[in-house]
């Protein structure tokens, strides 16, 4: 058996004097101690970190037709055992984990990304983790897989744009936990909060420290709108939001984020929901997601400083397929409950420039021509900072019951129909607003727009009507499709909405039922 060689994992050998100072503070412990970025880990990296660090556990993680992750845990027996399941991967049963395999022909392989790998941060013994790829029993990739069906999307962009989509999402979630009765926040007003009015922006934080660690490109944290108490217990909304990276990558974070935040939660006490809806009135999670088309490295969504023929081709084809795009973004039946008017969640098919109301907003992208850091620190000389790498626009209508994967893979699906699409422009400019359609006095405009589907089950009947977009150039498999159309209706809910409006203990029944979703 090989000599196993431990050393804290802060600790970078000597030889690394000439370290690369971009990657000697990167937060990910793996890339610290090997210098060099994850997209490039081979496995004699991995086997070396192991062997270095004192590793004695690895984790294969792989998301599953439930939406979460589901783990293998492996002890490191000999360097000849690691090598065998770092080379081979291992069997699963597929009929467990995904509903669309038959028990008869269950097996399948999930083959370890080493680009994905990070130190657990919950684990007592010294433990590797890595998400993994699924394969059949022919060693090819399973066709309806999720991270597969993404990678497929992301392939058919390219293919037929000769560009690069690029996602980033803005995870929301509440903290549960019982209420001190100390510096009480206002209802409904907890944007940015600080402490001690916002409760767990420590909690937020240590998330986002583990996130990062793992991988995960963060771009800020803070407190969100949502804030309430019930029954002597503080319900308080967070959000991480990501930086925007390749949209599988995006995916894959996003995935461990909700993994990290859940077994920390588990750690202190808390309760945790991603839920679209907990209750009447109140402020509904999200889990908005931003998109850029790149070339070459650079952002081609903004042309001479306003947005391009680019992004709005790709708007349009949200616009085109946005009611299907539910069947991956809002898959039960509480997420219809979150859109409704007035809550800063869409309702209708439109889209326009730093508007809540709509359904694809374009943010704010720096492309002002005034040197705000100049103004602001009159010592600073003039920065001629490049602001076009911001801009993105952002699908605001998908929660955290989304199947993340099958709902980055849509939104690239739909961006790319855009550009297949005849008069994609005339599109983009019929579907613009720029006012907030729910005042009364824009009541025409709002009449005007296409409405967003009200349950899971006219969710799935969108979804059968422009299935044959997806399937195209065998993104989503048609076994998928079926999939998710027989589960959307399976709950039964086409009228469930009217049926149980102002009803509080059949919405609470509701709201258990799914509180856990995703």
Same mark, same amino acid.
């Given at each position: 058996?090989?000599?196993?060689?431990?050393?804290?994992?802060?600790?970078?050998?000597?030889?690394?004097?000439?370290?690369?100072?971009?990657?000697?503070?990167?937060?990910? &412990?793996?890339?610290?101690?090997?210098?060099?970025? !994850? $997209?490039?880990?081979?496995?004699?990296?991995?086997?070396?970190?192991?062997?270095?660090?004192?590793?004695?556990?690895?984790?294969?993680?792989?998301?599953?037709?439930?939406?979460?992750? $589901?783990?293998?845990?492996?002890?490191?027996?000999?360097?000849?055992?690691?090598?065998?399941?770092?080379?081979?991967?291992?069997?699963?049963?597929?009929?467990?984990?995904?509903?669309?395999?038959?028990?008869?022909?269950?097996?399948?392989?999930?083959?370890?990304?080493?680009?994905?790998?990070?130190?657990?941060? =919950?684990?007592?013994?010294?433990?590797?983790?890595?998400? /993994?790829?699924?394969?059949?029993?022919?060693?090819?990739?399973?066709?309806?897989?999720?991270?597969?069906?993404?990678?497929? #999307?992301?392939?058919?962009?390219?293919?037929?744009?000769?560009?690069?989509?690029?996602?980033?999402?803005?995870?929301?979630?509440?903290?549960?936990?019982?209420?001190?009765?100390?510096? #009480?926040?206002?209802?409904?007003?907890?944007?940015?909060?600080?402490?001690?009015?916002?409760?767990?922006?420590?909690?937020?934080?240590?998330?986002?420290?583990?996130?990062?660690?793992?991988?995960?490109?963060?771009?800020?944290?803070?407190?969100?709108?949502?804030?309430?108490?019930?029954?002597?217990?503080?319900?308080?909304?967070?959000? %991480?939001?990501?930086?925007?990276?390749?949209?599988?990558?995006?995916?894959? +974070?996003?995935?461990?984020?909700?993994?990290?935040?859940?077994?920390?939660?588990? &750690?202190?006490?808390?309760?945790?929901?991603?839920?679209?809806? %907990?209750?009447?009135?109140? #402020?509904?999670?999200?889990?908005?997601?931003?998109?850029?088309?790149?070339?070459?490295? +650079?952002?081609?969504? @903004?042309?001479?400083?306003?947005?391009?023929?680019?992004?709005?081709?790709?708007?349009?084809?949200?616009?085109?397929?946005?009611?299907? %795009?539910?069947? =991956?973004?809002?898959?039960?039946?509480?997420?219809?409950?979150?859109?409704?008017?007035?809550?800063?969640?869409?309702?209708?098919?439109?889209?326009?420039?730093?508007?809540?109301?709509?359904?694809?907003?374009?943010?704010?992208?720096?492309?002002? $021509?005034?040197?705000?850091?100049?103004?602001?620190?009159?010592?600073?000389?003039?920065?001629?900072?490049?602001?076009? +790498?911001?801009?993105?626009?952002?699908?605001?209508?998908?929660?955290?019951?989304?199947?993340?994967? +099958?709902?980055?893979?849509?939104?690239?699906?739909? /961006?790319?129909?855009?550009?297949?699409?005849?008069?994609?422009?005339? %599109?983009?400019?019929?579907?613009?607003?720029?006012?907030?359609?729910?005042?009364?006095?824009?009541?025409?405009? @709002?009449?005007?727009?296409?409405?967003?589907?009200?349950?899971?089950?006219?969710? #799935?009947? !969108?979804?059968?009507?422009?299935?044959?977009?997806?399937?195209?150039?065998?993104?989503?498999?048609?076994?998928?499709?079926?999939?998710?159309?027989?589960?959307?209706?399976?709950?039964?809910?086409?009228?469930?909405?009217?049926?149980?409006?102002?009803?509080?203990?059949?919405?609470?029944?509701?709201?258990?039922?799914?509180?856990?979703?995703?």
């Amino acid at each position: 058996m090989a000599t196993v060689v431990c050393c804290p994992l802060s600790v970078v050998p000597k030889k690394k004097k000439n370290m690369n100072k971009d990657l000697s503070l990167n937060p990910n &412990k793996i890339v610290a101690y090997l210098q060099k970025p !994850c $997209k490039e880990f081979t496995k004699a990296d991995i086997v070396r970190y192991i062997k270095e660090t004192g590793i004695r556990m690895v984790n294969f993680m792989y998301p599953a037709g439930d939406g979460r992750l $589901k783990t293998l845990n492996f002890v490191i027996n000999n360097e000849a055992y690691l090598d065998a399941i770092l080379t081979c991967g291992e069997r699963v049963d597929g009929s467990s984990l995904f509903p669309f395999i038959e028990a008869g022909s269950s097996d399948l392989y999930v083959l370890p990304r080493f680009s994905t790998a990070f130190v657990d941060p =919950f684990a007592e013994l010294p433990t590797l983790s890595m998400l /993994c790829s699924y394969f059949n029993k022919d060693g090819e990739p399973l066709e309806s897989s999720p991270e597969n069906t993404l990678r497929k #999307a992301c392939r058919a962009f390219h293919e037929v744009t000769g560009m690069d989509f690029q996602a980033m999402g803005e995870l929301e979630y509440y903290v549960i936990a019982p209420d001190s009765g100390m510096f #009480a926040a206002t209802d409904q007003k907890g944007y940015h909060e600080s402490a001690p009015y916002a409760k767990f922006n420590e909690f937020r934080t240590q998330c986002m420290a583990y996130i990062a660690q793992a991988g995960g490109q963060i771009k800020y944290g803070h407190s969100e709108v949502g804030n309430f108490t019930i029954d002597g217990m503080i319900y308080e909304q967070n959000e %991480i939001e990501f930086l925007p990276v390749d949209a599988c990558d995006a995916a894959d +974070q996003l995935m461990v984020a909700k993994w990290i935040i859940r077994n920390l939660a588990y &750690k202190h006490g808390y309760d945790i929901t991603f839920a679209p809806k %907990i209750t009447a009135g109140k #402020a509904g999670s999200g889990l908005h997601i931003h998109m850029r088309i790149v070339k070459d490295g +650079q952002n081609q969504m @903004l042309d001479g400083g306003v947005l391009s023929a680019t992004a709005r081709k790709a708007i349009a084809g949200m616009m085109q397929l946005a009611p299907s %795009i539910t069947a =991956f973004g809002n898959t039960n039946p509480t997420s219809y409950f979150r859109l409704v008017p007035h809550q800063e969640a869409p309702t209708n098919i439109c889209w326009g420039d730093r508007n809540r109301s709509v359904l694809v907003r374009v943010p704010l992208g720096w492309a002002a $021509k005034s040197d705000m850091c100049q103004i602001a620190n009159p010592l600073e000389a003039v920065s001629n900072y490049d602001t076009t +790498q911001k801009q993105t626009v952002e699908m605001r209508s998908p929660d955290g019951s989304a199947d993340i994967y +099958q709902l980055i893979a849509g939104l690239a699906v739909a /961006c790319r129909y855009g550009f297949e699409l005849e008069g994609a422009l005339d %599109i983009a400019e019929k579907t613009y607003v720029n006012v907030n359609i729910h005042q009364k006095e824009n009541a025409d405009k @709002l009449n005007s727009l296409a409405c967003l589907p009200d349950s899971c089950e006219a969710s #799935a009947d !969108c979804l059968e009507g422009q299935r044959e977009a997806f399937e195209k150039y065998g993104v989503f498999s048609s076994a998928m499709i079926d999939g998710i159309i027989k589960r959307l209706r399976s709950y039964g809910d086409r009228t469930l909405r009217a049926d149980i409006n102002g009803n509080q203990e059949e919405m609470l029944k509701l709201v258990h039922r799914y509180f856990h979703c995703g």
